[in-house]
């Protein structure tokens, strides 16, 4: 890490700038997402789950619903 350490730069931007160096190598080492997979897998089941769900239980109440407001917006 080399920050500049002439006259122009402050101790507060020597700081601001050390502290804004490990932020962003933080950042770039905690991107491995590769992990989470599973967890992404189950939240698009379990959503596919609920909007199936949701479509057996109150299919028709929606369609009625649906054409009732395009009706109301096409005149």
């Given at each position: 890490?080399?920050?500049?350490?002439?006259?122009?730069?402050?101790?507060?931007?020597?700081?601001?700038?050390?502290?804004?160096?490990?932020?962003s190598n933080?950042?770039?080492?905690?991107?491995?997402?590769?992990?989470?997979?599973?967890?992404?897998?189950?939240?698009?089941?379990?959503?596919?789950?609920?909007?199936?769900?949701?479509?057996?239980?109150?299919?028709?109440?929606?369609?009625?619903?649906?054409?009732?407001?395009?009706?109301?917006?096409?005149?």
């Amino acid at each position: 890490m080399t920050i500049a350490t002439d006259r122009t730069t402050t101790p507060t931007d020597r700081r601001f700038a050390r502290l804004l160096w490990a932020a962003s190598n933080r950042i770039i080492i905690d991107r491995d997402d590769r992990g989470d997979v599973p967890g992404w897998v189950m939240i698009v089941v379990m959503t596919a789950g609920l909007v199936a769900a949701i479509t057996t239980i109150a299919g028709g109440q929606l369609q009625d619903m649906l054409r009732s407001a395009l009706a109301s917006v096409g005149g």
